[in-house]
């Protein structure tokens, strides 16, 4: 029992011999650059020696609309249409989803429109042109009569 108890002791001891708060791999009493980020290379004084980490953002919108037309018969409809919408942006990358859902009060009452899932990379250009490539891929998630609710995919500028 007394060498359990001595040898949990000792590596009690030698645990607390070393201390990295920031865990870069140097000793806090060594360490320079004392809470450099996680993803960052370090050199032998604890500063960052390059960076890995990547700013990023993402936006989640919700929208509703309301129309009174239907465009497709020209004839009156009370239609409402909610959307949301969802971008993630990191560098030049940009990706979109967007799905929205409709209820109108003609005969095919209520369902959901396409769902878009978009991918944009910014190309280098000026500072005041922009210039985007873009590819989609549209899910139908609706039934149609004309029988075109089929994959879809677009590659553009």
């Known amino acids: 029992m007394k060498k359990i108890v001595l040898l949990f002791f000792a590596s009690v001891a030698l645990c607390m011999a070393y201390i990295d708060s920031d865990i870069d791999g140097v000793e806090d009493m060594y360490d320079k650059c004392p809470q450099t980020p996680f993803s960052d290379l370090v050199d032998y004084s604890g500063c960052s020696i390059n960076s890995s980490a990547k700013e990023f953002h993402f936006d989640i919108i919700f929208g509703m609309g309301f129309s009174q037309t239907n465009y ?73 009569p004309y029988g075109n609710e089929a994959l879809d995919y677009r590659v553009g500028f």
């Open 72 to 144: 497709t018969m020209q004839e009156s409809a009370d239609t409402i249409n909610t959307f949301m919408q969802s971008d993630f942006y990191m560098d030049k990358i940009t990706l979109q989803a967007v799905i929205s859902r409709y209820h109108s009060d003609t005969q095919d009452g209520s369902g959901w429109d396409d769902a878009t899932l978009s991918l944009f990379y910014k190309l280098p250009t000026t500072e005041t042109f922009s210039l985007n490539l873009l590819t989609a891929l549209i899910f139908p998630t609706y039934k149609s």
